[in-house]
Each structure stands twice: as C-alpha cells, then as structure tokens.
C-alpha cells in the first residue's frame, strides 16, 4: 500500500506542476463555488417566499367576508410546493413542472410557476445547477487528468523503470488510482458544503449523505473508466479520444435517446391533452351549478327519501348545495381517474427512462440526485396528489356549510335584490374549514427506495470498471 | 555454482517473428557480458526477458538459477536496470527521481548517499536540483547510471549504457562499469560500440538475427581486440 500512496503522491506532483491542470482545476473550482453559491442563495429565497406566500394564501382565504359559501369555491386557494434544502444542488424537475397550484372547484389546475425571479440571476447561468457540473463537467476534468495516467509511462519510458524496480501493473494501477481516487474525494468537498448546508435548512443527513455517496460512486467509475483506457489503449491520442466518445455518448447521447425512446414507447398525455379529451366526460356528469339538471335526478329521488320529503324545498338541508358537493365529488372521481392514468404514465416512461442507466451512468447519477434531493417526478406527483386533497377538502367542506347553514329559499332568492343576497351569505367563520398545507419531502428511507434501483446499476457499473482495471492491470507487462 | 545470469537456448517470437532463436549463455558473477549486434539483432529483448517483461517461446532464462517467469519479482529485486533511453520523470530533479524509483524499489538512500552516487558519475552539483527536462541526454544518463549504483544489486543489465555520452564521459562510465565488476557485480550490457565493448567486456557475444554467432573473450588480463571483433561483426553484418 505504501508504493501506492507514493506513486500517488508523485501523480500529484505532476498535476501539480502542470499549468494546463492547475488551469483546468481552477476552472472547474470556480463554476462549482459560483453555481453552489448562487443556486444556494436562489433555493433559500425560493424556499421563504413559497412558505410566505402559503401562509399569505391561508391569511387571505380566512380573512374573506360573510359570503355566499359558492363564491369561496371559486375564491380558491394556493397550494405551494417549497424547493428541498438538497435543491441547492440538485433543482430537478422544479425548473420544468412548476412550484404551484391554484385550488378551485371543479378544476385541476396546472402547476404554474410561482414566480419569475430566477430570470434575473444571471440569464441562463442560473440553469446551470451543482448537479450538471458534478453529472456533467467533473468525468470531463477527470478524463483531462486521467487519460494518460499509465500511457505516460509506456510512453516515455519510464514505465520499464517502474515494473524493474519491483512493482507489478497492479500496484501501479492502485497507485494511480489512488491519485484519481483523491482528485475525486477533493472534488467531494464543495458537495460535502452544500450536503451540510442543507441539513442545517432541515434535511436528513441520511438523504443529504446518501447523495454525496452516490456521486462519489458515480465520480469513481468515472475514474476507474479512465484508468483502464489508459492501461488498455496504446497511444494518448486514441485514449482522449475514446474517452470523450464514451463521455458524449453517456452524458448526452445516451439521456437524448433515452428520453425519446421512453416517451415513444409509452405514449403519455400532457395536462393540457388529458384534460381536452375529459372534457367530454365531464359534460355527462351535469352542471353542478343548476340543481335542475336531469343529471342529477336520481340523487333528488335518494335525497327525498332519505329525508321523507315530497319536495326539495321540505328537505331541512339546501338541495342546491347538495347537488354541488354531489357534483364535486363524481367530478373529482373523473379528474382523479385521469390525474392518476397520466402520472402513471410519466412514471412508467421515467422508470423505462432509469433503465437506459444500464447503458450510461449519467441516466442513473441523475436518476439517484432528484430522487434523494427531494426533486424528483414522484415527488412531484405527490405534490399534485396532496395539493388535490386539499383542493377537494376545502371544497367539500365549504359545499358542506351551503348544505347546512344556508337556507335553500334564501339560497334561491340570493339575486332578487342587494338584500337579498346580503340574507344568502354565510359567517366568515366558515371559511376556518381550510386545512394548513405545508408541503415537505420525502422521509430519506422512502427516497433511498425509491433510488434503490439506481444506485444498484451504479454499483454494478463501479465493479464491472474497476474489474476491467484489475484485468488490465494484470496484463501490464511493459 | 549457479552463474548469477544464464539463458538456455532462449528463444522469442514476437508478432509472428523470430527474435531470439536457441542463444545459451552465462555471465559469471563479476563478469561483464557485453552482447554486441546490429540494429534488430535482438538484444534487448535478450535483457527484457531477464526482467520478466518479455516471456521466451521457448527456452529459460535465469537468475542465481532460478527460472524468472517462476518469480519474476525475485528476479527484478536482484537486478537493477539502465534503459537505452534513460527513461526517468522530466518534471522531478535528480533528487526527486531517485529518491522515488530508489522509494518503489524499497531501498531507503539519504541525501548523502544519493551524492555520493551523483559523484561517482559526475553529475554536477548545480544541476541535481534542477528538473530533469532541461538536462542534456547525457546528464540523464548519468541520473539513470546513479539509480543503479543506488539500488546495489548484485546484476546489472545496461542497455546502450553509453549512448548519448560524450567521449569523456563514456570513459568515466567504461572505468566505474570495470570497478563495480571487480567489486563483485555481474553485468550484462548490450551495445552496438565495439569499441566500447572490447574496453570493458570480459567477454563479447556477437548476436545476429537472433542469433549468437560469436564469441570472444578477454585473455591473459588483455583487452578484447578491437579489430577481429569489428571484422568479425562487420563480417556478420554484410552476410
């Protein structure tokens, strides 16, 4: 182990006086200390102004007037999705599906995107995230250092020297990668930062420590690809070569092939399509707004007996209110049914998606960071499914207060005059129905399942390269 | 008694062609061996396969009479080795590239010692502390002649050892090769300077396509003959 260390020490020694390696490491320093700052920065003010704005939606919704409880169904309300400490490194799909959601009845709306701020750090600089420079940037740097690393010595010569001194191509290959092995646990350092940072915004430390595990994983296959190119292969040229090829076709290729092959096998609506094509469903289940529609007359037929009432007007309840919490109700089974195919199908395509991780550990590093940072697609989905439960909560809950604190005759009169619809509201204190949302990740052992798949391919992918470097290492003669 | 170095009709075929065929030899422990050839005769790999780097076809070679494919780290733990080229790292200093190889080799040598090795082969003192890459091909000769007066083997093997120095030089090296052998090292070195050769070899073997062709031998404390050595070798050479 101690010819290890040496040879790895002298590796450092070279880098260290060479100016195209200083240069390059100073490069990479600096868009790693400037996007970790500035992504950092945008996380936190991101993360405070969702949580002010949720807490400003609840205030608003509450402080509305005596009104009539339909209105305060299409008042609506915000649900917020506040961005993950880990989002400082990894914003996932935050950048792409948007952070919050207007609550009304009898709508799903879309996510939007809760505010336009990030277009003002620095233009697009801003999209470039820790995340695609340690995905992206670092195996580039790597193959930068490491591409010549034993083909050097076969070059100049000076490997002969080494095997006649007594070392064997193994002990060499464990010393130089001993020597990348470093470079990759400097390269950790800003990511430990930001891993720290983030728990002391809240994260697990379990999460945030998975997610500096796995990209160490995925930095040393990295490493132990570029190791065996440069014992296997016999000219530097051909080595930078391939390994930038390998680099193209597993950082770019394989993630551009891999999205559309996964959207074309499994062929999934967006939003806007899916809810085009329920449209039409829809229309079947009435008008929850005229209780006189024919849709609704086996209810009235239920309701008058359950209450042993000849006419609407007996019933001790508002039939009009009934019939729209009624309404809410078959019409969120539909816009769930729907909601739930099409997530269903964004998830099956993002599984297919990690598949292609076999193929290039690029898919898989990215696969592992949303999923541990709290920014993944079935977060996301969880987002949507939580902020429709509250949707269809407060809407029940104030359909519920039409049904049993609003007379039905006053209910009907509301647009006979001003007083009359002064006589037609509800106390604001109804309005209290609203549930708090606060909208949080994951707990870290559901994340580290749900990556449990990736994060296997990427091991499997560390063994495989390192076994190759073993091999190779054997063969080392001069 | 074992000789430190034998190869018994060692043979060598490498991408498809004959390099070595059926050359047997031994070197006598304090004996320098010199193999002298043309370009492609074969002698290099001759001393690679000594260090285990090449395997024979066919044949053995041996050191202290051990097979050195059995144990290919005992052999190169008794030799140290001079490459043609001089093969040592441009971006360290002397110091730096003797205390690292002498480091691997798992031979601890101070400052002082290194000195006094750099002194034997006259490297001069400012330059020891400068990086290799502005040094002369012969001052890296020298660096590279120091690491193998360093590691204290009992065999030597020197390929072209005179290569890129200057007359004086290749005298100084011709005198301290003679000294260690008299000291009790046994050396293998191969050359195509028949001169060279017939100033410090005990013994001369003139190697053609893979061949040993030729012997010659130092007598009655004389110095090989230059001339029936050059005629033998050009003999061979225009054959």
């Given at each position: 182990?101690?010819?290890?260390?040496?040879?790895?020490?002298?590796?450092?020694?070279?880098?260290?006086?060479?100016?195209?390696?200083?240069?390059?490491?100073?490069?990479?320093?600096?868009?790693?200390?400037?996007?970790?700052?500035?992504?950092?920065?945008?996380?936190?003010?991101?993360?405070?102004?969702?949580?002010?704005?949720?807490?400003?939606?609840e205030?608003a919704f509450f402080s509305q007037p005596d009104r009539h409880p339909h209105r305060m169904v299409h008042y609506g309300h915000?649900?917020?999705?506040?961005?993950?400490?880990?989002?400082?490194?990894?914003?996932?799909?935050?950048?792409?599906?948007?952070?919050?959601?207007?609550?009304?009845g009898?709508?799903?709306?879309?996510?939007?995107?809760?505010?336009?701020?990030?277009?003002?750090?620095?233009?697009?600089?801003?999209?470039?995230?820790?995340?695609?420079?340690?995905?992206?940037?670092?195996?580039?740097?790597?193959?930068?250092?490491?591409?010549?690393?034993?083909?050097?010595?076969?070059?100049?010569?000076?490997?002969?020297?080494?095997?006649?001194?007594?070392?064997?191509?193994?002990?060499?290959?464990?010393?130089?990668?001993?020597?990348?092995?470093?470079?990759?646990?400097?390269?950790?350092?800003?990511?430990?930062?930001?891993?720290?940072?983030?728990?002391?915004?809240?994260?697990?430390?379990?999460?945030?420590?998975?997610?500096?595990?796995?990209?160490?994983?995925?930095?040393?296959?990295?490493?132990?690809?570029?190791?065996?190119?440069?014992?296997?292969?016999?000219?530097?040229?051909?080595?930078?070569?391939?390994?930038?090829?390998?680099?193209?076709?597993?950082?770019?290729?394989?993630?551009?092939?891999?999205?559309?092959?996964?959207?074309?096998?499994?062929?999934?609506?967006?939003?806007?399509?899916?809810?085009?094509?329920?449209?039409?469903?829809?229309?079947?289940?009435?008008?929850?707004?005229?209780?006189?529609?024919?849709?609704?007359?086996?209810?009235?037929?239920?309701?008058?007996?359950?209450?042993?009432?000849?006419?609407?007007?007996?019933?001790?309840i508002n039939?009009r209110g009934?019939?729209a919490s009624?309404?809410?109700?078959?019409?969120?089974?539909?816009?769930?049914?729907?909601?739930?195919?099409?997530?269903?199908?964004?998830?099956?395509?993002?599984?297919?998606?990690?598949?292609?991780?076999?193929?290039?550990?690029?898919?898989?590093?990215?696969?592992?960071?949303?999923?541990?940072?709290?920014?993944?697609?079935?977060?996301?989905?969880?987002?949507?499914?939580?902020?429709?439960?509250?949707?269809?909560n407060f809407v029940q809950a104030v359909n519920q207060v039409h049904v049993e604190d609003l007379d039905?005759?006053r209910d009907?009169?509301?647009?006979?005059?001003?007083?009359?619809?002064q006589l037609a509201r509800v106390s604001a204190d109804s309005w209290k129905v609203l549930e708090?949302?606060?909208?949080?990740?994951?707990?870290?052992?559901?994340?580290?399942?749900?990556?449990?798949?990736?994060?296997?391919?990427?091991?499997?992918?560390?063994?495989?390269?390192?076994?190759?470097?073993?091999?190779?290492?054997?063969?080392?003669?001069? | 008694?074992?000789?430190?170095?034998?190869?018994?009709?060692?043979?060598?075929?490498?991408?498809?062609?004959?390099?070595?065929?059926?050359?047997?030899?031994?070197?006598?422990?304090?004996?320098?061996?010199?193999?002298?050839?043309?370009?492609?005769?074969?002698?290099?790999?001759?001393?690679?396969?000594?260090?285990?780097?090449?395997?024979?076809?066919?044949?053995?070679?041996?050191?202290?009479?051990?097979?050195?494919?059995?144990?290919?780290?005992?052999?190169?733990?008794?030799?140290?080795?001079?490459?043609?080229?001089?093969?040592?790292?441009?971006?360290?200093?002397?110091?730096?590239?003797?205390?690292?190889?002498?480091?691997?080799?798992?031979?601890?040598?101070?400052?002082?010692?290194?000195?006094?090795?750099?002194?034997?082969?006259?490297?001069?003192?400012?330059?020891?502390?400068?990086?290799?890459?502005?040094?002369?091909?012969?001052?890296?000769?020298?660096?590279?002649?120091?690491?193998?007066?360093?590691?204290?083997?009992?065999?030597?093997?020197?390929?072209?050892?005179?290569?890129?120095?200057?007359?004086?030089?290749?005298?100084?090296?011709?005198?301290?090769?003679?000294?260690?052998?008299?000291?009790?090292?046994?050396?293998?070195?191969?050359?195509?300077?028949?001169?060279?050769?017939?100033?410090?070899?005990?013994?001369?073997?003139?190697?053609?396509?893979?061949?040993?062709?030729?012997?010659?031998?130092?007598?009655?404390?004389?110095?090989?003959?230059?001339?029936?050595?050059?005629?033998?070798?050009?003999?061979?050479?225009?054959?």
């Amino acid at each position: 182990m101690s010819s290890a260390i040496r040879i790895a020490r002298e590796e450092w020694r070279l880098w260290l006086r060479s100016k195209v390696v200083i240069a390059a490491a100073l490069i990479i320093a600096v868009l790693l200390a400037a996007t970790s700052f500035l992504t950092a920065g945008r996380v936190v003010d991101e993360q405070s102004q969702r949580l002010d704005k949720q807490v400003a939606a609840e205030e608003a919704f509450f402080s509305q007037p005596d009104r009539h409880p339909h209105r305060m169904v299409h008042y609506g309300h915000y649900a917020f999705r506040p961005p993950p400490p880990l989002a400082a490194f990894e914003p996932g799909v935050d950048a792409v599906t948007g952070q919050s959601i207007f609550l009304e009845g009898h709508r799903q709306n879309t996510a939007m995107f809760a505010d336009t701020k990030a277009s003002a750090d620095l233009g697009g600089f801003a999209t470039l995230s820790p995340a695609n420079l340690y995905q992206l940037l670092l195996p580039l740097l790597l193959i930068v250092l490491g591409h010549a690393l034993f083909l050097r010595e076969r070059e100049s010569g000076t490997l002969a020297v080494l095997l006649a001194q007594g070392q064997s191509g193994v002990k060499l290959a464990m010393g130089k990668g001993l020597a990348l092995l470093s470079v990759i646990a400097a390269l950790m350092i800003p990511l430990v930062a930001v891993a720290i940072y983030s728990i002391s915004l809240g994260e697990s430390a379990m999460a945030a420590s998975s997610l500096v595990f796995s990209y160490f994983i995925y930095l040393c296959i990295w490493g132990a690809l570029v190791l065996a190119a440069s014992i296997i292969l016999k000219q530097r040229a051909v080595s930078l070569g391939v390994l930038v090829f390998v680099w193209l076709f597993a950082a770019l290729i394989v993630p551009r092939f891999a999205i559309n092959a996964s959207s074309a096998a499994i062929d999934a609506p967006g939003k806007i399509e899916s809810d085009l094509i329920m449209l039409a469903e829809q229309r079947k289940l009435g008008d929850g707004h005229n209780a006189a529609d024919p849709a609704f007359q086996r209810l009235q037929a239920q309701v008058l007996e359950q209450y042993e009432a000849e006419t609407i007007e007996e019933l001790p309840i508002n039939w009009r209110g009934i019939v729209a919490s009624y309404s809410e109700a078959e019409l969120t089974d539909l816009l769930n049914e729907h909601a739930e195919n099409r997530m269903g199908l964004e998830a099956s395509q993002s599984r297919m998606f990690d598949l292609f991780g076999v193929i290039s550990p690029t898919i898989s590093i990215g696969s592992v960071s949303r999923t541990l940072s709290g920014t993944d697609l079935a977060t996301h989905h969880r987002f949507l499914r939580e902020s429709e439960t509250l949707r269809f909560n407060f809407v029940q809950a104030v359909n519920q207060v039409h049904v049993e604190d609003l007379d039905y005759a006053r209910d009907l009169n509301r647009n006979a005059s001003d007083e009359a619809g002064q006589l037609a509201r509800v106390s604001a204190d109804s309005w209290k129905v609203l549930e708090e949302f606060r909208f949080v990740s994951d707990a870290s052992g559901d994340r580290l399942s749900r990556a449990a798949l990736s994060l296997g391919v990427m091991i499997a992918w560390l063994l495989a390269s390192v076994s190759i470097v073993f091999l190779a290492a054997r063969r080392v003669r001069m | 008694m074992t000789s430190p170095l034998e190869a018994r009709s060692l043979s060598l075929i490498r991408e498809g062609n004959d390099v070595l065929d059926g050359v047997s030899f031994t070197v006598a422990q304090g004996e320098i061996f010199a193999l002298l050839g043309g370009n492609g005769a074969g002698k290099s790999s001759t001393l690679l396969t000594f260090l285990g780097f090449l395997e024979p076809s066919d044949g053995d070679v041996l050191v202290h009479g051990e097979n050195v494919g059995s144990d290919i780290a005992a052999a190169r733990s008794a030799i140290a080795y001079l490459p043609e080229a001089a093969s040592l790292y441009g971006h360290m200093t002397a110091y730096e590239n003797l205390d690292y190889f002498l480091d691997l080799a798992g031979k601890s040598a101070g400052r002082s010692d290194i000195d006094a090795a750099l002194d034997r082969v006259a490297l001069p003192d400012e330059a020891r502390t400068r990086r290799l890459q502005s040094y002369s091909k012969g001052m890296r000769q020298k660096t590279a002649i120091a690491l193998a007066l360093l590691r204290e083997t009992p065999i030597l093997l020197l390929d072209e050892p005179t290569s890129g120095l200057d007359p004086v030089a290749i005298d100084e090296f011709h005198d301290l090769v003679t000294a260690l052998a008299k000291g009790g090292q046994t050396i293998l070195m191969v050359t195509h300077d028949v001169y060279g050769a017939c100033q410090v070899a005990d013994r001369i073997g003139l190697l053609r396509g893979g061949q040993l062709v030729g012997s010659f031998t130092a007598e009655n404390g004389e110095r090989i003959d230059t001339e029936t050595v050059h005629a033998a070798f050009a003999q061979r050479q225009s054959a």
